[in-house]
């Protein structure tokens, strides 16, 4: 009889994932498998510390034994992005003419050989498709509250700070928290022009503009608020939500 392989526990990927600045050991891509140091089979443990991050080709090749164990117990003592201000980058393959944002679950904004910035806020093109030259590139600006850069992704390559709480990539899907259940940012990645935005806060002086499954919404000083949702848009402007942003054309919403 088959006994099923236990899963390991989302405290203890976290705790690996934060000891190995979220990225693979070897080469610090931020794609990356959970390895056993030490063969599962041999130990059947999810031990946090007998864990590291491999991408999939360092994985691939510690279990074809052309990476040896030595070398990857080395690199976890020290990973690649511990001693790097930013990842190795990720190059994404976005790819055509059509591309789409959906901010909230049911807030779609799309475009077709145009630049489409979904929302702008304060001035501050968080999220762009732009149309260049033939070739479809994203471009993103995650910033922590403090103002600070967490996250980048500039024409399809991205990048995060190592600094930063916990960033989870997995599948399609990446999360960036600043800690336990306190979302930044979470997208899910889907080529060739499609990316669903779940999860995203921004905030500035005493207005904060926040994305969660419901839509968007917006807080801020006395009665100002906002919720959108159900909202589509479809080609037309460049920017399709602004915020206190100011000598902006082409918006197809000022809020």
């Known amino acids: 009889m088959k006994v099923e392989r236990k899963k390991i526990s989302a405290e203890v990927r976290r705790h690996v994932r934060q000891r190995c600045h979220f990225g693979c050991v070897i080469c610090g891509l931020p794609l990356y498998e959970y390895d056993h140091m030490f063969d599962y089979a041999v130990t059947g443990t999810h031990k946090e510390e007998e864990l590291t991050l491999l991408c999939d080709r360092h994985h691939s090749e510690k279990t074809k034994k052309l990476l040896p164990r030595e070398t990857v117990i080395a690199a976890n003592k020290a990973p690649f992005n511990k001693t790097h201000d930013v990842s190795e980058p990720y190059g994404f393959h976005f790819s055509g003419s059509r591309c789409e944002f959906v901010l909230g679950g049911n807030n779609r904004f799309l475009a077709s050989k145009a630049?489409?910035?979904?929302?702008?806020?304060?001035?501050?093109?968080?999220?762009?498709?732009?149309?260049?030259?033939?070739h479809l590139l994203l471009s993103a600006m995650i910033r922590d509250r403090n103002g600070q850069k967490i996250l980048s992704i500039e024409e399809n390559e991205l990048t995060y700070?190592?600094?930063?709480?916990d960033i989870d990539f997995v599948g399609r899907e990446l999360t960036l928290r600043n800690g336990l259940r306190d979302f930044q940012f979470q997208a899910t990645f889907e080529t060739p022009g499609r990316v669903v935005v779940s999860r995203l806060d921004i905030r500035y002086g005493d207005v904060r503009v926040y994305v969660d499954p419901k839509g968007i919404h917006v807080r801020g000083?006395?009665?100002?608020?906002?919720?959108?949702?159900?909202?589509?848009?479809?080609?037309?402007?460049?920017?399709?939500?602004?915020?206190?942003?100011?000598?902006?054309?082409?918006?197809?919403?000022?809020?």
Do not use: C, K, Q, Y
Request: charged letters at 20%; aromatic letters at 6%; a negative charge.
């Open 115 to 134: 630049r489409l910035v979904p929302i702008l806020v304060n001035g501050d093109e968080v999220l762009v498709f732009d149309f260049r030259d033939g």
């Open 161 to 165: 700070s190592s600094g930063t709480w």
């Open 221 to 255: 000083p006395g009665e100002r608020s906002r919720d959108l949702s159900s909202v589509t848009m479809l080609g037309g402007f460049e920017h399709a939500v602004v915020l206190d942003s100011h000598g902006v054309r082409a918006a197809g919403l000022i809020l």
